[in-house]
């Protein structure tokens, strides 16, 4: 019965969940379902939620609410799966009395069996915790072809004061090594593979008693398919020497790391329960690049956490100009419940945090365009991702931005490519893009 219905899926949230609705999109293509983008037609639209902060939940109602208006049309079944159900089912039952299937984080293989249980008995369904937490290879890649995410691990063991996660996806579980070869072997040519996880530098020690992540990059590295690997959510208290010395001597390891560190001032990463120090942040960024010269460092930083002081504020802008990373991201402090800064005095007024994050974004667009200058000028390899017609010339990444959040390049070119490589001479830089051209271009340049 199922293959004769159309199904939309809609992914909301971080680039895990986007490689959890992939899976998902798996396991549909691999049924024989039909898949559709055009949510008027489907019968059954499956929203994947991410319920990490208050906005995010939002979010997810208000796209779950927006998918049920479309009852009205050709939708039959409606399902909730993720994040949201996983943490707030009790919650969410009754009033969300729209939806007809509820699942959570780990049991995607009882899609079908909750939808024809939904369609014999024309009864909701609630499914949350029915399934297991089984390795899922096909996937259906939402990515840019020569783009893909690749997810070792799910969970947290950090239990940092002001997060969700272990409540939502519980402890951390490094997948088996083999099964991630194999999937990103089944991925085919791929120019780009990013390595996520909620701490990627973490791989191992809960599978096989002790961090493996240096190897698995290594079999990784030496998978043809693969051209080259991206590392995002590496913690700062497990980069260890051997992984900046496979960083470095790795020619397929992009010589970028997505750190996030949270907070600058001792007192606040404390209350954090982060495990770093100041002083120990700034020695490791050091230490990375006495190692590998070229390394481009991104970072993420809470504003705004309860009892944190002007002072500490200003001294994670002072942080900022002496760390010099080249792209970061800044977050309000989210009040969460069920979270142990959620009853910290005092909470910190919104306004206030509203104006610290915007006054740590000028900080950081300073800093962001001074390092982007140096490259004007000068040749850089650029991975194109596409065409911007908006702006009607291609658009790309060098190796110090990943996709989504950090900058890009815009370039002319002769000829572009998709997925292909490109020789990109820089003519001008911002505070968060590059602007250039190749060397065979010979129109005019209008950037």
């Given at each position: 019965?199922?293959?004769?219905?159309?199904?939309?899926?809609?992914?909301?949230?971080?680039?895990?969940?986007?490689?959890?609705?992939?899976?998902?999109?798996?396991?549909?293509?691999?049924?024989?379902?039909?898949?559709?983008?055009?949510?008027?037609?489907?019968?059954?639209?499956?929203?994947?939620?991410?319920?990490?902060?208050q906005s995010a939940r939002e979010e997810a109602i208000e796209t779950i609410l927006e998918c049920a208006s479309y009852k009205d049309g050709?939708?039959?079944?409606?399902?909730?799966?993720?994040?949201?159900?996983?943490?707030?089912?009790?919650?969410?039952?009754?009033?969300?009395?729209?939806?007809?299937?509820?699942?959570?984080?780990?049991?995607?293989?009882?899609?079908?069996?909750?939808?024809?249980?939904?369609?014999?008995?024309?009864?909701?369904?609630?499914?949350?915790?029915?399934?297991?937490?089984?390795?899922?290879?096909?996937?259906?890649?939402?990515?840019?072809?020569?783009?893909?995410?690749?997810?070792?691990?799910?969970?947290?063991?950090?239990?940092?004061?002001?997060?969700?996660?272990?409540?939502?996806?519980?402890?951390?579980?490094?997948?088996?090594?083999?099964?991630?070869?194999?999937?990103?072997?089944?991925?085919?040519?791929?120019?780009?593979?990013?390595?996520?996880?909620?701490?990627?530098?973490?791989?191992?020690?809960?599978?096989?008693?002790?961090?493996?992540?240096?190897?698995?990059?290594?079999?990784?590295?030496?998978?043809?398919?693969?051209?080259?690997?991206?590392l995002l959510y590496c913690y700062p208290d497990v980069i260890t020497d051997a992984l900046i010395e496979e960083i470095a001597q790795n020619?397929?390891?992009?010589?970028?790391?997505?750190?996030?560190?949270?907070?600058?001032?001792?007192?606040?990463?404390?209350?954090?329960?982060?495990?770093?120090?100041?002083?120990?942040?700034?020695?490791?960024?050091?230490?990375?690049?006495?190692?590998?010269?070229?390394?481009?460092?991104?970072?993420?930083?809470?504003?705004?956490?309860?009892?944190?002081?002007?002072?500490?504020?200003?001294?994670?802008?002072?942080?900022?100009?002496?760390?010099?990373?080249?792209?970061?991201?800044?977050?309000?402090?989210?009040?969460?419940?069920?979270?142990?800064?959620?009853?910290?005095?005092?909470?910190?007024?919104?306004?206030?945090?509203?104006?610290?994050?915007?006054?740590?974004?000028?900080?950081?667009?300073?800093?962001?365009?001074?390092?982007?200058?140096?490259?004007?000028?000068?040749?850089?390899?650029?991975?194109?991702?596409?065409?911007?017609?908006?702006?009607?010339?291609?658009?790309?990444?060098?190796?110090?931005?990943?996709?989504?959040?950090?900058?890009?390049?815009?370039?002319?070119?002769?000829?572009?490519?998709?997925?292909?490589?490109?020789?990109?001479?820089?003519?001008?830089?911002?505070?968060y893009d590059l602007y250039g051209h190749t060397q065979d271009y010979e129109g005019e340049l209008e950037l």
């Amino acid at each position: 019965m199922l293959k004769n219905k159309q199904f939309g899926v809609i992914s909301l949230g971080c680039d895990k969940n986007r490689v959890d609705s992939e899976k998902l999109l798996g396991l549909l293509k691999a049924r024989g379902c039909t898949l559709t983008d055009d949510l008027s037609k489907a019968q059954i639209v499956i929203v994947n939620t991410c319920a990490f902060l208050q906005s995010a939940r939002e979010e997810a109602i208000e796209t779950i609410l927006e998918c049920a208006s479309y009852k009205d049309g050709n939708l039959e079944k409606l399902v909730v799966t993720g994040c949201l159900p996983q943490k707030f089912i009790d919650e969410l039952y009754t009033p969300l009395s729209e939806v007809d299937v509820f699942m959570g984080i780990n049991d995607y293989e009882k899609i079908f069996e909750a939808l024809e249980n939904s369609y014999a008995n024309d009864a909701r369904q609630n499914y949350v915790g029915k399934g297991k937490d089984g390795y899922i290879h096909d996937r259906v890649l939402t990515t840019d072809e020569h783009v893909a995410y690749l997810k070792i691990a799910d969970g947290c063991y950090n239990h940092c004061t002001y997060c969700l996660i272990p409540k939502i996806r519980g402890k951390y579980r490094s997948y088996p090594m083999e099964e991630l070869l194999k999937e990103a072997e089944d991925l085919g040519e791929t120019a780009e593979l990013i390595i996520v996880a909620q701490d990627t530098t973490r791989y191992g020690e809960d599978l096989y008693g002790k961090n493996v992540f240096v190897e698995l990059l290594q079999k990784l590295s030496a998978l043809e398919n693969i051209q080259s690997i991206r590392l995002l959510y590496c913690y700062p208290d497990v980069i260890t020497d051997a992984l900046i010395e496979e960083i470095a001597q790795n020619d397929k390891i992009v010589k970028y790391m997505d750190i996030p560190l949270q907070h600058s001032e001792d007192r606040v990463l404390k209350l954090m329960n982060r495990k770093g120090k100041r002083e120990g942040y700034l020695a490791l960024f050091k230490k990375l690049r006495e190692r590998i010269p070229e390394i481009a460092i991104r970072s993420t930083f809470i504003s705004g956490f309860p009892t944190e002081t002007e002072a500490e504020f200003e001294g994670m802008k002072a942080f900022l100009k002496e760390a010099k990373l080249i792209n970061c991201g800044f977050f309000a402090y989210s009040r969460e419940p069920d979270t142990g800064a959620y009853r910290m005095q005092p909470q910190i007024h919104h306004a206030t945090k509203k104006r610290r994050v915007r006054s740590l974004y000028e900080e950081q667009a300073n800093i962001s365009k001074e390092l982007l200058s140096a490259f004007v000028g000068k040749e850089v390899e650029v991975l194109c991702d596409g065409i911007d017609y908006e702006k009607g010339c291609f658009v790309g990444r060098a190796y110090f931005s990943a996709p989504d959040i950090d900058g890009k390049v815009y370039f002319y070119t002769a000829e572009g490519m998709q997925g292909k490589r490109y020789r990109v001479y820089i003519d001008r830089a911002d505070c968060y893009d590059l602007y250039g051209h190749t060397q065979d271009y010979e129109g005019e340049l209008e950037l």
